[in-house]
């Protein structure tokens, strides 16, 4: 597709209900990046990964946040048994380079999901 | 503990009135600040500065580089109410990290 795409665009989760967030990166996109952003802050760095590999997973918050790129394309970013501190706009971006930090001219963020638990 | 501090948090002002939006940061192994407008969710790419005094220019809006006083601004001129949004200053370094962002409401 054109751009990052994301999905659901809104999901609203009972408290301790598990969520699957995705990410369909621009293709051919090698790098691909998950924030999270609470109301009011700026986007918080979870995890990246170049192609299928997680190189950095330094930021997801705790053991229930999981991410996977299995075929180096799509991603998803899952939350399990969900907690309303983990409501927030989860943010998918990707690159067309390699590298942590670049090819960041042409980091394309998605139009997020927003998580509401409840 | 690095960080990105931007200012002021907010601002409201009327058309055609010129803001400065501040970045501050202190980031190990610094490579380039970045600046992004959020509306809605999205945010979409503005600048990119990694040489100090080399102002980017794009219509009303230019950006500089400050590398020994570790700060970068963003100025709009002749705002319109269509700059309404969220200004994100990022910075990257051994990791990528963004200020909290500047919320900019225009007037009619």
């Known amino acids: 597709g054109a751009g990052v795409s994301q999905s659901p665009r809104y999901k609203v989760a009972k408290r301790g209900q598990d969520v699957a967030l995705r990410c369909d990166p621009i293709?051919?996109?090698?790098?691909l990046f998950w924030y999270q952003q609470a109301l009011g802050q700026g986007p918080e760095f979870l995890t990246y990964f170049q192609n299928e590999a997680q190189l950095d997973k330094s930021g997801l918050p705790s053991d229930r946040f999981f991410a996977e790129r299995p075929e180096g394309s799509v991603s998803t970013l899952k939350i399990q048994r969900t907690q309303q501190e983990d409501s927030a706009v989860y943010l998918c971006a990707s690159s067309p380079g390699g590298g942590r930090t670049s090819g960041l001219y042409g980091y394309t963020f998605g139009s997020g999901t927003r998580l509401t638990v409840v | 503990e690095d960080k990105v501090v931007q200012s002021p948090l907010s601002l409201v002002v009327h058309e055609g009135d010129t803001v400065t939006l501040n970045c501050s940061y202190e980031v190990t192994n610094f490579r380039s600040l970045l600046w992004y407008k959020q509306e809605k969710k999205a945010p979409t790419f503005l600048f990119m500065l990694?040489?100090?005094?080399i102002e980017k220019k794009s219509g009303r809006l230019s950006s500089i580089l400050d590398k020994k006083e570790l700060f970068s601004i963003l100025n709009i001129t002749a705002t319109q109410t269509g700059d309404s949004a969220i200004y994100l200053c990022a910075v990257t370094g051994n990791q990528f990290y963004f200020g909290t962002g500047t919320s900019l409401t225009v007037i009619p």
């Open positions: 293709s051919g996109h090698v790098s």
């Open positions: 990694t040489s100090s005094g």
